[in-house]
């Protein structure tokens, strides 16, 4: 079946006690037991709960995965996967890295004593160099933000593996519904469900997705004994999110095109950064890992951020908002609000300039963007 098909009928829909097609959301924090340790499955909702393993099925589905399991947001799932790493252990990550990761990454290589080397991995001759040290996991985001630069899953994936190190693939920009990085043999797909899977800025959540059963009882045990859960409430969301997920990314892609096609060429405009352009660096390899090129736009101005700062005025459709990957668009200045806390000099060299505006391009009429566009251009 098709992807949008998937979304639908994918995972437990129909509640199996009552024929009920919207689940019920059991909000409760413990299960009766018949006698001790004889239960019907659940017994203490941070170990589980129906409405998360509802979403954490149709999670596991949707990324061709063996399990999945869901958290209180993408860092707490972050925050279980470092947990699974004994201290001195190394992680070999791409540079232009999503800043709230970066932070935590950096946290445990002070307090713990992780090692992490950061490169430019959508470089194929980057990564082979630097796994000759010996590297417990390869951490990538496909494509990085706030750059949108690829990295080859399948020769990253062959190359980790050949050495030992496992393959961690941040999904949250593409999705599912553009890639799936467990089928070119990633090890573990980790998402914020803040974004596009909850689609609708109403939620905070992530997830781990793993392709081997090994990792599932491990990252299982992980989860409970962390225990950073999301409620129930919040697990229905995602999944009710999930449901227009392959319609709301065809919608958020024909908007960024129409959006990347007026700032392409613009005198005003120094770079436009769109996979589906096919000037892109990328472009070939976007077509062959990805099923579509995604909601989102980064452009680099002429002028720094006297211009940037002129173009987020004269946007209106645009509210201007961390977060990404919901049905309204937002626009972000990354050098002063996602990545402010990247030091200047790291920020510039990776290509984070004060001209650098991103724009997470929403379901609006793609018409309609393009114009709000084109006025807020005539302002710069
Ligand atoms: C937002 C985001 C995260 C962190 O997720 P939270 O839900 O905010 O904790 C991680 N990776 C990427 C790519 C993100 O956009």
Redesign the pocket.
Same mark, same amino acid.
């Given at each position: 079946m098709r992807f949008s098909t998937r979304v639908i009928h994918d995972g437990p829909t129909i509640d199996a006690a009552t024929g009920a097609v919207s689940p019920p959301i059991y909000l409760s924090s413990t299960f009766r037991q018949k006698a001790p340790n004889q239960n019907q499955g659940y017994v203490y909702s941070r170990s589980g709960n129906p409405t998360r393993a509802n979403l954490e099925a149709t999670l596991a589905a949707l990324e061709s995965g063996r399990g999945a399991l869901a958290f209180g947001?993408? #860092?707490?799932? #972050?925050t279980t996967l470092l947990g699974s790493l004994r201290s001195g252990s190394r992680i070999v990550s791409v540079d232009d890295l999503?800043g709230?990761?970066w932070r935590l990454f950096e946290h445990y290589r002070r307090q713990f004593g992780l090692r992490i080397d950061y490169a430019d991995l959508s470089d194929p001759t980057r990564l082979a160099p630097l796994l000759k040290e010996k590297t417990d996991l390869v951490y990538l985001?496909t494509p990085t933000?706030p750059l949108l630069r690829l990295v080859d899953l399948k020769a990253s994936v062959r190359a980790a593996h050949s050495l030992g190190a496992s393959v961690v693939v941040?999904n949250?920009?593409a999705t599912p519904a553009l890639q799936r990085p467990l089928e070119f043999g990633a090890d573990v797909v #980790?998402h914020?469900?803040?974004?596009y899977l909850g689609g609708h800025s109403d939620v905070?959540?992530?997830a781990l997705v793993l392709r081997s059963l090994k990792d599932l009882r491990r990252f299982t045990w992980l989860q409970n004994a962390i225990g950073a859960v999301p409620g129930p409430f919040d697990c229905f969301l995602v999944l009710r999110g999930i449901r227009t997920l392959g319609i709301r990314m065809r919608a958020h892609g024909e908007s960024a095109k129409a959006v990347a096609e007026v700032l392409e060429g613009h005198r005003k405009v120094r770079r436009v950064h769109y996979p589906g352009l096919s000037d892109h660096p990328q472009h070939a390899l976007a077509r062959r890992q990805m099923d579509g090129y995604g909601g989102i736009v980064s452009v680099d101005l002429r002028g720094g951020e006297r211009s940037a700062l002129r173009f987020l005025k004269g946007l209106e459709l645009f509210t201007l908002a961390e977060? #990404?990957?919901a049905v309204e668009s937002l626009v972000d200045h990354p050098a002063s609000m996602t990545h402010a806390s990247v030091p200047r000099k790291e920020r510039e060299a990776h290509g984070v300039t004060d001209g650098l505006v991103r724009l997470s391009c929403g379901i609006e009429d793609p018409s309609d963007l393009a114009d709000d566009i084109r006025a807020a251009l005539r302002r710069v």
């Open positions: 947001s993408g #860092l707490g799932a #972050l999503y709230g990761t985001e933000n941040d949250t920009f #980790l914020s469900t803040t974004k905070v959540g992530g977060s #990404l990957g």
